[in-house]
């Protein structure tokens, strides 16, 4: 029976602190977004969330390694032939 009297009172810091940790995260935006970060670890790079200038970038650099690649085989292509 002595145990509650230091039970009571432990649980009832507990409970004040977890309600102190809501508050806190809420009064510190976090949780404005609870579905981005679910869905950010689907994706490893998401191309919406880029800026416009380095989506712009990455796009022109895929081209160059797809022009490159086609080049490298046409010229393999033509060492074989010879």
């Known amino acids: 029976m002595k145990i509650l009297y230091l039970l009571i ?3 009832l810091v507990l409970l ?14 976090q949780f ?6 679910a869905h950010r670890i ?5 191309e919406n969330d880029l800026p416009p200038e380095e989506r712009q970038r990455r796009q022109q650099a895929r081209e ?4 490159t690649a ?3 085989d046409a010229s393999h292509n033509d ?4």
């Open 16 to 29: 004040g602190l977890a309600v102190w940790a809501f508050f806190w995260a809420v009064k510190n935006d």
């Open 42 to 46: 689907l994706f490893d790079e998401d």
């Open 9 to 11: 009172p432990l649980s």
């Open 79 to 82: 060492s074989d032939t010879r």
């Open 70 to 72: 086609a080049d490298d």
């Open 64 to 67: 160059r390694k797809t022009t």
């Open 32 to 37: 404005d977004d609870l579905e981005g970060p």
